[in-house]
């Protein structure tokens, strides 16, 4: 269980990904993006085209990189 002060750095980040259009795609970013250290959650929305990260701290560098290993152009659309 998290305390809150753990929680208050937890910090939502959401990203574009418009060519994801499958359940491959979608398992292909969830999995490169679970494996950067600092990520809590990923949720993939191939209807949006939406990646929704709850993570601690991380730079949108290092998620945009993630998703660029699963093989996918990402764009960070809100905070």
Do not use: N, W
């Not at 993006?33 to 990646?51: M, N, P, R, Y």
């Amino acid at each position: 269980m998290r305390s809150t002060a753990e929680e208050e750095h937890v910090e939502t980040q959401i990203f574009s990904v418009p060519a994801m259009h499958c359940g491959h795609c979608k398992a292909a970013v969830t999995q490169e993006l679970e494996a950067v250290s600092g990520v809590e959650a990923v949720d993939v929305d191939l209807d949006t085209k939406l990646v929704t990260v709850q993570c601690d701290g991380l730079e949108d560098a290092a998620l945009v990189a993630a998703i660029d290993e699963a093989g996918y152009d990402a764009e960070r659309v809100a905070a």
